[in-house]
């Protein structure tokens, strides 16, 4: 009979091995979870930037075919983009240096809510006035 018992003992995997066996497993498993969801929220981000920077840039070329007129934006929203919006202003351009010049800057900003948080992007044109 002691014979038995050893044999048995030996022949299979204790409690204690599986245990840790799936303790590690289970980490292995979170982290590689944890990676997948940043890379996708990663590459959600830069989907909305591009798409900020497209309609912007297209904002502001409508702007100067317009030959830069228009009333400012406040908070319009884009029709092509859902929970994309638009500001534009339009002021006097003052130079750091050199103080007010006869020129004018218009600033497109577009907005959108991306987890919880509020995103921008702008760009300026700053044109001469006649």
Known sequence: MPRWNKKS???????IE???????LS???LSIYSGIS??????????NYTR????AKSKMNEFIDSKMRGTDLNHEPVEE???FFINRVT????????????????EITVTWRENDREKE?????IYPTN
């Open 121 to 125: 992007y702008s760009i300026s044109y």
């Open 52 to 55: 900020a920077m497209i309609i």
């Open 18 to 24: 599986v245990l840790i066996a799936v303790t590690i």
């Open 91 to 106: 002021q006097r351009f003052e130079h750091p240096l050199l103080g007010p010049l006869p020129a004018k800057e218009t």
């Open 27 to 29: 980490i292995i498993l």
């Open 9 to 15: 003992s030996r022949s299979g995997f204790a409690l």
């Open 38 to 47: 940043t890379s996708i929220n990663v590459m959600s981000g830069a989907k």
């Open 81 to 83: 983009y859902e929970n």
